[in-house]
């Protein structure tokens, strides 16, 4: 297995029932070998066919288990396309953004590949990017189109084009001292009111406790503004149609309603300042009732000595609007468009994703799983996906929303840290400062959509 080094840039970046229609494999548990002869009717390389090497590219999804799950399955290609060699390449998210910039430019970019959750979308903006839509179009045929919600279809939708297949998603979730909850009397918080009565009884518990905690940083833990409390909301940054709409009341409730909670002690003085880490470090120490975070630190909470009795997750809120939104991340497969063999890569990640249930049972991954059939897996019943997977995949929208599908500029809003600045500005701004904090990036969001997205 080859190592690249290719880094974290960050850029990763409907209803309230989703409809279900998008994707293969509704039987589960079936493996490589079993879906050979399926594929094999289908496929254009024959064994008496051009030998074709494809360069896969593969971002480290998990622990080293998973890359050599990753690559062992990609080897087993051959069981289907005798003339098919796939050189599997493991990458490292440090700088992975640049490596991929780099290999265009040099004209040595890979056929198949994983990146950041906005990659597809952002080299698309040059035209780099691939359509996938024969993969697709054959799903559609085979009748397994179901097998993937409908929005995790659609979202990859972008110009008329499918520029990826959806792989696996992860989520923005509210952790909550369970223990906590049950010793007060309360019942699980429902609304942004809840969470405040909530945070104000766990406060009490001692000096040094706080209701609430999160990080301010964009990225992993500390995407709270605009990723967890503004899809909750129904999104803030854009209109239905594409265009900045950072100047609305949904951005000022969630000003109003975080600034109550520090005005009242509720949260931690360093709010405003502290790491992702510096986050789960305070709730894992006992000091904290509530957390904002990825919900894979689920797992992280239970490995480290707390039990499934102490710490759970918190169903998706209610907004003031009424929405009930979760916040989710989507990452898919794709195929760049200056691959000499694009068909036959097609043929190859279609017959990747369809049998890609190995990368979680033996690959540990620890996101969720775009395809229903996998997420049915005996692996996750009682695992720390489960609550995430009944409750907030069905109501899951990208930050971007109400825009259903990626767009480019979404990569510009990750990258200038557009959560961070208003999270800041949030806690150490008066209310006009604030106020033209949020006009001055929605014209900069604006200027970008109209050079990015247009």
């Not at 399926?38 to 090497?53: G, I, K």
């Not at 179901?146 to 990859?156: A, K, P, R």
């Not at 833990?221 to 009341?249: C, P, Q, R, S």
Request: with cysteine.
């Amino acid at each position: 297995m080859k190592k690249v080094t290719i880094g974290a840039l960050g850029l990763a970046l409907s209803a309230i029932i989703l409809l279900a229609a998008c994707t293969p494999q509704a039987t589960q548990g079936s493996t490589a070998s079993e879906a050979s002869s399926a594929q094999e009717s289908s496929s254009t390389s024959a064994a008496n066919a051009d030998p074709v090497t494809l360069e896969f590219w593969d971002m480290l999804w998990g622990p080293d288990a998973y890359a050599t799950a990753a690559e062992e399955l990609s080897a087993k290609y051959t069981e289907v396309a005798s003339n098919v060699t796939v050189n599997y390449t493991s990458v490292a998210w440090s700088n992975w953004f640049e490596q991929y910039s780099t290999a265009l430019a040099s004209n040595a970019a890979p056929d198949v590949a994983t990146g950041g959750g906005y990659m597809p979308f952002q080299f698309a903006a040059s035209d780099e990017t691939a359509d996938l839509k024969w993969i697709y179009d054959e799903w559609k045929k085979e009748g397994t189109l179901d097998d993937f919600l409908e929005d995790d279809c659609e979202y990859w939708k972008w110009n008329d084009k499918y520029l990826a297949i959806p792989s696996d998603k992860d989520f923005r979730v509210m952790i909550i001292r369970k223990d906590w909850l049950d010793e007060a009397g309360l019942s699980m918080p429902k609304t942004w009111d809840d969470v405040y009565e909530t945070a104000k009884v766990f406060s009490k518990r001692g000096d040094g406790i706080y209701g609430l905690t999160h990080g301010a940083h964009t990225g992993g833990t500390g995407t709270v503004f605009i990723h967890f409390f503004g899809a909750n909301y129904g999104g803030i940054l854009y209109d239905k149609d594409g265009n900045a709409k950072i100047d609305n009341e949904g951005t000022y409730a969630i000003r109003d309603f975080l600034l109550k909670l520090r005005n009242e002690g509720l949260t931690p003085e360093s709010v405003a300042t502290q790491t992702g880490d510096d986050n789960v470090k305070l709730f894992a120490s006992g000091n904290a009732g509530m957390i904002i975070t990825n919900n894979d630190q689920l797992k992280t909470m239970w490995q480290s000595g707390f039990t499934k009795d102490q710490v759970a997750i918190v169903p998706p809120l209610t907004a003031p609007n009424g929405n009930s939104y979760s916040a989710v991340s989507r990452n898919g497969q794709m195929i760049f468009e200056a691959s000499q063999n694009k068909q036959t890569a097609m043929e190859f990640l279609k017959w990747f994703n369809e049998n890609s249930e190995i990368l979680w049972t033996e690959g540990q991954r620890n996101n969720i799983p775009a395809r229903i059939s996998i997420q049915k897996n005996d692996m996750f019943k009682g695992d720390f996906r489960e609550e995430t997977i009944k409750s907030y995949a069905p109501v899951g929208h990208q930050f971007i929303w109400p825009v259903t599908h990626g767009i480019p500029s979404a990569s510009y809003v990750e990258g200038q840290k557009y959560d961070m600045k208003l999270v800041q500005g949030a806690y150490t701004m008066n209310d006009n400062d604030f106020k033209a904090l949020a006009k001055s990036l929605n014209d900069e969001l604006q200027a970008t959509i109209d050079d990015m997205d247009k």
